[in-house]
């Protein structure tokens, strides 16, 4: 009896941050089918581009992804140079679905720096490189 006991808190605590350690890999994924997207706006905006001017499926922007993005990722839009992810509902972690991730690109302070990038998301279980 006490050995139940035991495996039922143990199983309390740990299935909680197992949700939260899926939701973070889950969000990641979202990271990874960014990083082609990244590159193309940050050439746009080394050759003057403005971010308004930055949209999905125009000037070699790859298109916008409405559905089906990933295995986790519902949908994938570039807008006024900001990369917007939305994560699927079924499926995912209770912690990240349906939430978004967003990626803005920060212009650099000189033409030898180059752009970084700001993440944020409301997801509750963030990737460590999103605020």
Excluded at 31 to 56: C, D, P, W, Y
Excluded at 70 to 82: K, N
Excluded at 100 to 107: C, F, H, K, N, Q
Aim: net charge neutral.
């Amino acid at each position: 009896m006490i050995v139940v006991a035991i495996v039922g808190m143990l199983a309390a605590i740990a299935m909680p941050q197992y949700q939260v350690y899926t939701g973070k890999a889950q969000l990641t994924e979202a990271l990874h089918l960014t990083e082609g997207r990244k590159t193309v706006i940050a050439e746009r905006l080394q050759f003057g581009h403005s971010m308004a001017s930055i949209n999905g499926g125009t000037d070699g922007i790859p298109l916008d992804i409405p559905t089906g993005a990933g295995r986790y990722v519902e949908s994938l839009v570039i807008a006024s140079g900001t990369i917007v992810a939305i994560m699927r509902t079924i499926g995912v972690s209770t912690c990240a679905g349906g939430e978004t991730i967003t990626l803005a690109p920060l212009p650099p302070s000189g033409i030898e720096r180059p752009i970084s990038w700001v993440c944020s998301t409301t997801a509750v279980c963030k990737p460590q490189t999103c605020a």
